[in-house]
């Protein structure tokens, strides 16, 4: 249970969530300083840890200064060399500020959440302060973020404002874990000694990149999977970002992250309020596999529109056809996916305007009459005459060039003056920071769901930012106003939840060239993601391996497309190609009009097997049994929150020659009970199994996979 107390006397606050609890108080100078973040403790052991000497107090004879971590929003001013969370300028130049408490204010509401508000002002310009604090009954993870406002007559100029600042407690060592990658290789996990001084993870390119994600890891270099605390926090913001962690030389570490990027600022006008993104936090001492674990629960039950939806198995369109097609075409395909097991079929790219190929026709959401002489009411209704949902790829922020839309609008990209308007993709950014390119792209989205029995949106966006200019309605001053980057976004998620509010039976489905805009804020108006443009199997066991660090398999679509692999050229078996895609949102993207009547057989076998097992994938608890490595096989288990049941997903590359392949240990499972094997009936004990593994007994050979169901039995 969620609580949040009070000691007056220490002018400390105690935020208690199930298993941790976090402290902060108010130093003398008025500024809110870090006490604690990790186990359970009560308000008086919170009081003892803030009354010892605290290094805030060393600044008057020091040359150290204030400490870089330790302060809950550090700002600039005063003895402080470390990154500013908070960075302002005033009217009259000034750029320091200095804090200085006003209130607080507790709420609860029992059964669901606990809010702690701490407002303060600076003690001479007119700017207001709130740092907000926010816990779930059922989940440890701590939301932050930090409204300011303008009190004034004058405009303030927000150099940087970050949502949160994290410290962690003292240690011999940090280990820092984030992901990285490129397109089609994203979210590739590391984990490596923090370095002393500050490691900046950003993205700069207007979405969160497929180059990193918007969350950190951190622990003191000997958590494992199962074993060790570890401290982590993900930001919820769709747009660029920064993250900023530092170790200092006296056994400190702690980050601090928001919306934006160096040199990108925000005027903030007289009257006006600027709201952070959500930057949340959570501790464990269950290793890094329990922090996963905590993060996937808080997603469904405090991120997901709709998370105790099963999802539906997927047919995709594009890697069968590309830009290839008619509506013939599309009815064929439609006819073999209904057959292989589908449940929801997607036309991709291709069906609208001029569009033969990726040079011409964005921007222009009419059906193509050559390819759709009747528009698209007749696909849809023989999908769904066939019991399929029907869905459609759309890429509303982009334009081509060669389009209606860009030669009646060319002011709506972004762009700078007399400057070259970058094409990447042979395509231009919409600027959706003016009011009326998002008002545009609501009023075709919602027209077109609304008359053509649209069920489901996969919705796109296949490149970066350049050429960021100011928003339409509002011209960059001489101090560089860069409101277009938060514009855009916000705009974009007013488009979304407008839309959604219209079609409340609308699902949509998060893409951006794969996996370039993934994170806590996109999900919370979505239903799944696309991690990444690569479909090749072998590569998205590592993908999906770190896209599981922070973000539940019930949002991470999968699919099995045609060998050799588009992408890699690779072949890998139909079985192994299923079973790594079985550990997230199942899909399919061949082109079944060119497979035999045997291996649609054999997939629908594959698609029919996904859906006896899918509500433990998308719904239950997953360990990470064994992580990918080259020479032995990677374990992933799925256990129902009741424990009635299980299910081993497991990928090998190639037999480790020479070495014994080792038992699988479970985990989770009923102590005491027995389970069966759905498939060849053997039983199990859960202490055998947990204690002295299970034999996986893979096929030999190359590429081996196995997929083994277990099902408690009745005492």
């Excluded at 989205?445 to 949106?457: P, Q, Y």
């Excluded at 973000?551 to 999968?558: D, H, V």
Aim: hydrophobic share 40%; glycine share 10%; aromatic share 8%.
């Amino acid at each position: 249970m969620a609580q949040i107390s009070y000691a007056p006397d220490a002018a400390l606050w105690l935020i208690s969530t199930p298993r941790t609890s976090y402290a902060v108080r108010i130093d003398s100078s008025g500024a809110p300083c870090h006490v604690a973040w990790g186990g359970r403790l009560t308000l008086d052991e919170a009081r003892e840890i803030a009354a010892r000497p605290h290094p805030v107090d060393r600044e008057a004879n020091s040359f150290e200064g204030r400490p870089p971590v330790g302060e809950e929003l550090p700002v600039d001013g005063g003895a402080r060399y470390g990154v500013p969370s908070l960075q302002v300028r005033f009217a009259d130049g000034t750029r320091a500020l200095e804090w200085e408490p006003v209130g607080h204010d507790i709420r609860e509401t029992p059964g669901e959440a606990a809010e702690l508000d701490l407002v303060f002002r600076d003690r001479h310009y007119p700017l207001g302060i709130g740092l907000h604090y926010r816990v779930h009954h059922d989940s440890d993870v701590i939301e932050r973020w930090t409204t300011l406002r303008n009190t004034g007559t004058d405009d303030i100029v927000l150099l940087r404002a970050d949502s949160a600042a994290w410290t962690l407690p003292p240690r011999a060592d940090y280990r820092l874990g984030h992901v990285t990658g490129q397109w089609a290789a994203e979210t590739q996990l590391r984990r490596e000694t923090m370095p002393f001084g500050e490691t900046v993870l950003t993205s700069r390119r207007g979405i969160p990149s497929h180059h990193l994600n918007p969350w950190v890891m951190v622990d003191d270099g000997g958590a494992s999977e199962d074993h060790g605390q570890v401290w982590s926090a993900a930001l919820a913001w769709s747009g660029s970002w920064r993250i900023t962690a530092q170790r200092t030389s006296d056994g400190r570490a702690g980050f601090t992250g928001g919306a934006g990027h160096d040199s990108t600022t925000l005027r903030l006008g007289p009257g006006r309020t600027h709201t952070t993104p959500r930057f949340a936090g959570l501790h464990t001492d269950g290793g890094f596999g329990a922090a996963s674990r905590a993060w996937h629960a808080y997603t469904r039950a405090h991120v997901l529109p709709h998370p105790d939806e099963i999802r539906p198995v997927l047919y995709n369109s594009w890697e069968a056809t590309g830009f290839d097609f008619d509506e013939k075409r599309q009815l064929a395909l439609a006819a073999r996916a209904a057959q292989l097991g589908a449940e929801l079929y997607v036309l991709d790219d291709g069906w609208f305007g001029a569009r033969r190929g990726d040079r011409a026709g964005l921007g222009d959401w009419t059906p193509s009459p050559d390819r759709f002489p009747e528009g698209l009411t007749p696909l849809s209704d023989e999908v769904h005459r066939l019991g399929m949902r029907f869905g459609l790829w759309v890429e509303p922020e982009m334009v081509n060039a060669d389009s209606d839309l860009y030669r009646a609008h060319p002011d709506w990209i972004l762009h700078f003056p007399h400057r070259t308007r970058t094409e990447l993709r042979n395509q231009l950014v919409l600027n959706f920071a003016r009011d009326d390119v998002a008002d545009w792209a609501y009023g075709w989205l919602t027209a077109l769901v609304a008359d053509n029995g649209i069920d489901f949106l996969k919705w796109d966006m296949n490149r970066p930012f350049t050429e960021a200019g100011p928003a339409a309605d509002q011209t960059a001053g001489p101090d560089g106003d860069d409101r277009l980057w938060s514009a855009y976004v916000h705009n974009l998620y007013r488009v979304i939840d407008r839309l959604r509010a219209d079609h409340p039976r609308l699902r949509i489905e998060a893409c951006s060239g794969g996996g370039g805009r993934v994170d806590l804020g996109i999900l919370s108006r979505t239903d799944q993601a696309w991690p990444s443009d690569n479909t090749d199997a072998a590569d998205r066991v590592a993908i999906q391996h770190g896209y599981s660090q922070i973000y539940p398999a019930s949002t991470m679509a999968a699919w099995v497309t045609d060998v050799p692999n588009e992408l890699t050229a690779r072949t890998v078996p139909l079985a192994f190609r299923f079973h790594v895609a079985m550990a997230g949102v199942l899909a399919v993207g061949g082109d079944l009009t060119r497979w035999s009547d045997g291996e649609i057989a054999e997939a629908a076998g594959f698609v029919d097997a996904y859906k006896q097992v899918r509500h433990l994938v998308q719904h239950g608890v997953q360990h990470r049994l064994r992580a990918p490595v080259d020479d032995g096989p990677t374990v992933v288990q799925y256990t129902s929150p009741d424990r009635a049941e299980a299910l081993l997903l497991a990928w090998q590359r190639a037999p480790r020659r020479g070495r014994p392949e080792l038992p699988v240990r479970l985990a989770g499972l009923e102590p005491a009970a027995v389970y069966r094997d759905v498939a060849t009936g053997v039983s199990h004990h859960a202490t055998v199994l947990t204690e002295h593994g299970l034999p996986l007994e893979l096929p030999a050979g190359d590429w081996a996979s196995t997929a083994i169901h277990l099902r408690r039995m009745s005492p």
